[in-house]
Structures are given as C-alpha cells and as structure tokens.
C-alpha cells in the first residue's frame, strides 16, 4: 500500500512538472549551442539555423541551476552549419611548467574570443541564440525538480 501511494504520489508530480514546464524538451534545450566547462550541452557544434548567436559568461547559479548573473560578451550573425564552441588552448612556452593552465577559447564561424583560464567552479560559457536565452532559464526549474524526482529511489 505505502509503494502504490509514493508511486502515484511520483507521478502525479513528475506529470504537473511536466505540464508546468510546458513540454519544453526541445525547443528550449536547441536555445543552447555550446556549454563549456564540462555539461550536458556539447563543447562544439554547428549552428541549427541562420540568426544571432550570443556568447555568455555566468558566475553564479541558484539552487534550481538558473544564472543569478550573466553577461553577454559577442554576439554574431551565423548561417545555419557553421561551426561555434569552445576549446582549450595553452601557451607553447608554459607546456611544462608545473603550474601551467588552459586557456579558454570561444569561436563562432571565423571569429574568436580569448577568454582566458577558468578561475572559479561556477563559472561558465554559453553560446546561445539570444532571443531564447531568458526563456531557456525560466524553463529550467521544472527540469531541475523533476531531475530530483526521478533520481529518489
């Protein structure tokens, strides 16, 4: 009896979260190109469509994975395929140095921006198409709960 309950109970809230978030799996997830460091959006891609493509920089998130700050640092006109994401890059000269670090580049299409070494744990870079840029954040609290709901044993 108490499984039947908690799995109904499961239920019902993974099916509000869902409804609540609006069924945003696609459309809000194709609203971020690249991610880096590290996540579940690539470091690399191609862009989906012909439009803008904005690169941003965030410090801090709040519980629900949401930007409390972000700034936009370029912003490009891209034709649909072209190349835009991130890599590491180090100086020749420091390869062997014990305290040696990556450099962060962004590159979108023939552009780049050095970005320079990651120096704190929250911070990370987006590139995102900018119109959808508030709407994929609004969006993410639902995703947040209902990651937490469906991870409980």
Same mark, same amino acid.
């Given at each position: 009896m108490f499984w039947n309950l908690r799995a109904a109970s499961l239920a019902f809230t993974v099916i509000v979260v869902s409804a609540l978030s609006g069924g945003c799996g696609n459309s809000s997830s194709s609203s971020l190109v690249a #991610? /880096? %460091? +590290?996540?579940?959006? %690539?470091? &690399? /891609?191609?862009? %989906? &469509?012909? +439009? #803008?493509? &904005?690169?941003?920089r965030v410090t801090r998130f709040n519980g629900f994975g949401q930007p409390l700050d972000s700034k936009a640092i370029a912003t490009y006109h891209l034709p649909r395929g072209e190349p835009i994401g991130f890599r590491w890059v180090s100086e020749r000269a420091q390869n062997w140095h014990p305290h040696a670090t990556l450099l962060l580049q962004a590159y979108a299409g023939d552009h780049e921006e050095d970005l320079g070494p990651i120096t704190s744990t929250t911070e990370k870079y987006f590139w995102a198409n900018p119109d959808n840029w508030k709407k994929y954040w609004t969006m993410r609290p639902g995703y947040a709960i209902e990651q937490r709901i469906t991870r409980e044993d």
């Open positions: #991610q /880096a %460091p +590290g996540s579940n959006h %690539p470091i &690399t /891609a191609k862009t %989906p &469509t012909d +439009g #803008q493509y &904005t690169l941003y």
